[in-house]
Nanobody, 121 residues
Framework: QLQASGGGSVQAGGFLRLSCTAS????????MGWYRQAPGRQRELVAS??????TNYGDFVQGRFTISRHNIRIIYLEMSSLKPEDTGVYYC??????????????????WGQGTLVTVSS
């Protein structure tokens, strides 16, 4: 289960910090990250971080966002210099192998419920 928090409404140029916790079950996390979806648009990658702290960002980020890890199950996304086009629902994502029936299963994609980010001009 992924629990995300930290969304809200800010003015352009503002700052928000999102957090996501992967809880429950025995899992081997491969990577976690954030995707977003704006009205009428496809879901797109915002940022991801692997279990050995390699990061990847969407082209639109352009140095404004930073993804980090507190531990293997908690990540943060710090968003600065927010723009109105950053408005959307932000979804936490986790790719992990669950431990089921005494063995590790194939990797599964888990999704959080989404948190709304609204940036006004």
């Amino acid at each position: 289960q992924l629990q995300a928090s930290g969304g809200g409404s800010v003015q352009a140029g503002g700052f928000l910090r999102l957090s996501c916790t992967a809880s429950g079950g025995v899992i081997n996390v491969k990577h976690m990250g954030w995707y977003r979806q704006a009205p009428g648009r496809q879901r797109e990658l915002v940022a991801s971080i692997t279990n050995d702290d390699r990061t990847n960002y969407g082209d639109f980020v352009q140095g404004r966002f930073t993804i980090s890890r507190h531990n293997i199950r908690i990540i943060y996304l710090e968003m600065s210099s927010l723009k109105p086009e950053d408005t959307g629902v932000y979804y936490c994502h986790c790719n992990a192998r669950p431990f089921r029936n005494g063995e590790w299963s194939s990797a599964v994609d888990y999704w959080g419920q989404g948190t709304l980010v609204t940036v006004s001009s």
